[in-house]
């Protein structure tokens, strides 16, 4: 996945903003390695400018061991056939209830700026872990 992001390339979801390919490579590694997704999609609509995809991720959230089942909804801007923008929406609050639970998940549903430097602190951590990924 990492490989098909241009070098200038941005993500954002509900966690991560994320900026250039270097950034998203490592958080496509931090989810890949950490945790067994089980992703299914719809591709709904694509041209050579842009993409919308339906998404569904099935994990363990490895933090809390609590299953998540998360439907996204992806969209992507493409630049000379790699993608330079991507951003996921999904429901917050039923994300962070089931993988977080009690009221922890409750703040985190509903305030952006925790799940933001939760995922800052994963993606810090990952990368101490793992030299390779420079960031």
Known sequence: M?????ED?????????LTGKKQIHTMWALTCMKSNVRA???????TDEM??????DDYVFRETNRPVHNVIKSHFQFRDG???????????KDWAAQALGG????LAGRIALLR????????????REHS???I
């Open 9 to 17: 390339a941005n993500f954002r979801d509900i966690a991560f903003e």
């Open 51 to 56: 993409g919308e995809v339906d998404l569904v």
């Open 132 to 134: 390779e990924f420079q």
């Open 116 to 127: 933001h430097i939760k995922a800052k602190r994963l993606l810090r951590d990952f990368v």
């Open 40 to 46: 299914t999609f719809k591709i709904l609509q694509t």
């Open 2 to 6: 990492a490989e098909c992001y241009c």
């Open 82 to 92: 790699l993608i330079l923008k991507h951003w996921d929406e999904c429901n917050a």
């Open 103 to 106: 009221f922890k998940g409750f």
